[in-house]
């Protein structure tokens, strides 16, 4: 007797689903009652506010009358984290049922609060792994976005109240690949680059942000006899476009953004049907000059994107003064036109 495979399939599909939700369940419960256990210890600690560390005393108290029966997850530093998890998130309806206690863990060390909603919408939207939250918080994705766009764009982007209009809505400088676990100090051939990224292709469009996937490697082209080949060859389901990455181990030069306006010019004219919008091309350097992008390209495009790739994850520090050069600059780009007019 012959039994249609898809019955076996819908079976354990069936199984696997309802395991995964049991798994969130009670993950979601440990979590209520971590946050419920935060609560106590708080409005505890405002009780004996006036005694001077009475909340430091509460803490190891408690922990030496509850570890003993029930574990080491009832330690003084687990206590604290309660606490702190209570205080951060004071709201018990508003704790996300998406979310593991471990990603809400790794939260807690987001001290900005607009950056702390930021993983959270992102995790939600694209269903983070913990391991895939962690990359994000330690390389400091939200403080990059920032180096381009403005903080209400990020957060409207991450919540789905809008749809990235433009590149570099989503698109992030500098592109981190510290995954690659290639040394920064040695000298790389672009197709040991561009191997190390097809090796590491999950990681790397995590990196390069939401909606893209990869369609193809050394593409060829033609163009009058002429054969040329680019790097490598992703879509945007957000943007709804092709996306060009042209990758270069030394210093950007204008004419690598000439080579790469040709292939973003042969895709718009040839490859992209009409329902899709303009190619984008990104430029993946070692280093740049931003007057030479500024001044090469045409004023005020927004199809090519010049982004310089790190292989180490820079310092929050090191971004954030970052964010701050580019802050400076544009302000005073907006005083001379002011002066101008």
């Known amino acids: 007797m012959l039994i249609n495979q898809s019955f076996i399939t819908d079976i354990k599909s069936i199984i696997s689903d309802a395991k995964e939700k049991a798994i969130r369940a009670v993950d979601h419960q440990r979590t209520l009652m971590y ?3 935060g609560k106590c210890i708080f409005e505890e600690e405002q009780e004996g506010k006036e005694r001077a560390d009475y909340g430091t005393y509460l803490i ?11 574990g080491s997850g009832f330690s003084v530093r687990q206590l604290e984290r309660y606490r702190q ?3 951060l998130f004071p709201i018990a309806s508003a704790l996300r049922t998406q979310l ?9 060390s987001v001290d900005n609060e607009d950056a702390r909603a930021y993983y959270i919408a992102e995790t939600v939207k694209n269903n983070w792994t913990s391991r895939q939250l962690e990359r994000q918080v330690y390389s400091n994705l939200y403080e990059r976005l920032l180096m381009s766009n403005d903080k209400e764009s990020v957060l409207a982007v991450a919540n789905e109240e809008k749809l990235p ?3 570099r809505e989503i698109i992030k400088d500098p592109i981190l690949l510290e995954f690659l ?8 051939y672009e197709r040991d680059l561009e191997g190390a990224i097809i090796t590491h292709l999950q990681d790397f469009l995590l990196e390069l942000g939401n909606g ?7 593409q060829r082209i033609h163009i009058e006899g002429d054969e040329f080949y680019v790097d490598l060859v992703c879509y945007n389901r957000l943007l709804q476009c092709f996306v060009i990455i042209e990758i270069k181990t030394k210093k950007l030069t204008h004419g690598d953004l000439g080579q790469l306006q040709m292939y973003v010019n042969y895709y718009d004219r040839v490859v992209k049907v009409p329902h899709e919008n303009a190619t984008i091309g990104i430029l993946l350097c070692a280093s740049k000059n931003d007057g030479v992008v500024r001044f090469t390209l045409p004023e005020g495009q927004k199809q090519i994107v010049a982004s310089q790739y790190e292989l180490y994850l820079p310092t929050e ?12 600059s544009f302000e005073e780009k907006e005083r001379e036109a002011t002066l101008n007019t």
Do not use: C
């Open 35 to 37: 946050w419920h256990i």
């Open 60 to 70: 190891k108290y408690l922990s030496e009358k509850i570890q003993p029966e029930f």
């Open 85 to 87: 998890f209570y205080r």
């Open 100 to 108: 593991s206690w471990t990603q809400y863990k790794l939260l807690l």
């Open 165 to 167: 209009s433009d590149a």
């Open 181 to 188: 676990g290639m040394k920064r100090e040695a000298s790389y």
């Open 212 to 218: 893209f996937s990869f369609v193809a490697r050394q």
């Open 317 to 328: 520090k090191q971004l954030l003064d970052e964010v701050n050069k580019e802050l400076e």
